[in-house]
Every structure is written in C-alpha cells, then in structure tokens.
C-alpha cells in the first residue's frame, strides 16, 4: 500500500524547472545537429510562460553575426527540436519554441564597457 507523503511547496516554480529541462534537453540535441551555423552558439537558459505553452530558448554567440546564422538555423530545426523535447520529457503538451537572443550578455557587456570606461577616467 503506498503511503501518503505530505506535500512539500516545491524549491523552483514548475516552470522554471520545466525551463531547465527544456535548455538541457535542447543543448543536448544541438550537439547532435549537423549544421555549421550552431557550431558557435550555445544555450543559455529557457523562459516558459506561466500556463507552460510557449518557451523561449535564449542562445549567446561569438558575434553578432554567428547569431543570427545560429537564430535562422534554430528556426529551421524547431520542430526537430520540439520532437526531441516530445521524445525526452514526458509532458502532456510540448511548448511552442522561439528562439532569442539572451539579452544578459549584451547588459553583461555594456556594464563591462562602463566600468571600463570609468577605470580610464580615473587614471587620467
């Protein structure tokens, strides 16, 4: 007989582990994927939305321009990376994937230039 086991308020909101999963999931199929536009990208994390029927995948790149190879090729791999998403996890409904820039690496940057730039001054 199974035991009833108090409900414990989970550490992360579903959809935030629901996110890691998908960017797990995701990294590990981009690997697999033979096309040289991805050679540069990475995953950088996943945002689901709150009901969890759309995720946003966020990717970083050395440039500007490898970014946008890596977001055109992802738009043309999304439903072969919603089948593997469909394959991996076992979920009801598989998100609808959009791809992104991750807009942290540019805030990480320009915080960087600032900083920077502000070292300069004070040598001066």
Do not use: C
């Amino acid at each position: 007989m199974a035991r009833n086991r108090p409900s414990r308020p989970s550490r992360y909101s579903r959809s935030a582990r629901l996110g890691e999963l998908l960017r797990e999931i995701v990294a590990s199929e981009l690997a697999r994927l033979d096309d040289d536009r991805l050679e540069l990208a990475s995953i950088t994390g996943v945002e689901t939305s709150v009901e969890l029927s759309r995720a946003t995948v966020f990717i970083s790149a050395l440039d500007e321009e490898a970014a946008s190879a890596a977001l055109e090729a992802l738009e043309e791999h999304r439903l072969q990376l919603k089948q593997a998403v469909a394959r991996s996890a076992a979920m009801r409904r598989v998100p609808d994937l959009a791809f992104a820039l991750d807009p942290s690496i540019s805030a990480g940057e320009r915080v960087d230039r600032i900083l920077r730039d502000l070292a300069d001054e004070a040598e001066e």
